[in-house]
């Protein structure tokens, strides 16, 4: 079925390791973004990409990475994971501008990340 | 910089009870807006959206929003709860040319039968 496709769904890393959140979709989407979801404090934006090879910061952007080499991916990199990047982070695509005004993002299911 | 308040940070309803939860934000200029729900367990999901037109706006479930220009404002409403309206709402906008959402930090209302 179409989505946006999060892998892995769980995590656990030890400090200072590094690793990759996989983010795919397959409808055509220009516009990808990575949010990471805290208790208490919502989403918080931390990259996002409006096309293929076009990537900009969000709020939190510290110690993570993306790349936007193809339409249908978004990978996030971790450099070295630290505790405080324990939490839930979502994938998220929308068609963008000038396609089409009835557009919400479409969110992935979400990888949970612990790092101890 | 840009932003959204949702007031309630957690809301107790009992079945059929009327529901508003409050949002606003700041910025000055064209805005598109939107209230996300999340269920127990999974990931976000669009209730319904206003970009422009008719400032009140029906969405899936019963659930429907005013845009109140002049308070900055975008309520969420919906006349008669249910229990499986148990979830966390999000809030979020997004300025006229960016088309990124902004979220808030979410409401979670829990719905006793």
């Known amino acids: 079925n179409a989505g946006v496709t999060q892998t892995p769904k769980f995590q656990v890393l030890k400090t200072g390791q590094s690793m990759t959140l996989q983010c795919a979709q397959d409808?055509?989407?220009?516009?990808m973004s990575w949010y990471r979801q805290d208790p208490g404090m919502g989403l918080r934006l931390i990259h996002y990409s409006v096309g293929a090879g076009i990537t900009d910061q969000g709020e939190v952007p510290n110690g993570y990475n993306v790349s936007r080499s193809t339409t249908e991916d978004f990978p996030l990199r971790l450099l070295s994971a630290a505790p405080s990047q324990t939490s839930v982070y979502f994938c998220?695509?929308?068609?963008?501008?000038?396609?089409?005004?009835?557009?919400?993002?479409?969110f992935g299911s979400g990888t949970r990340l612990t790092v101890v | 910089a840009q932003s959204v308040s949702q007031h309630n940070h957690h809301v107790i309803l009992s079945e059929a009870a009327s529901l508003e939860l409050g949002c606003n934000y700041s910025?000055?200029?064209?805005?598109?807006l939107f209230w996300y729900v999340q269920y127990p367990g999974q990931h976000l999901q669009l209730l319904l959206k206003y970009f422009s037109g008719d400032p009140l706006v029906k969405g899936i479930k019963g659930f429907e929003a005013e845009f109140i220009k002049s308070k900055f404002s975008f309520n969420l409403r919906k006349p008669s709860v249910q229990w499986s309206d148990t979830a966390e709402y999000f809030c979020a906008f997004a300025s006229g040319g960016s088309y990124i959402p902004t979220f808030g930090r979410g409401t979670s209302l829990i719905v006793h039968p």
């Open positions: 409808m055509n989407h220009e516009y």
């Open positions: 998220a695509s929308s068609p963008g501008t000038g396609i089409s005004l009835d557009y919400g993002y479409t």
């Open positions: 910025y000055g200029g064209t805005v598109n």
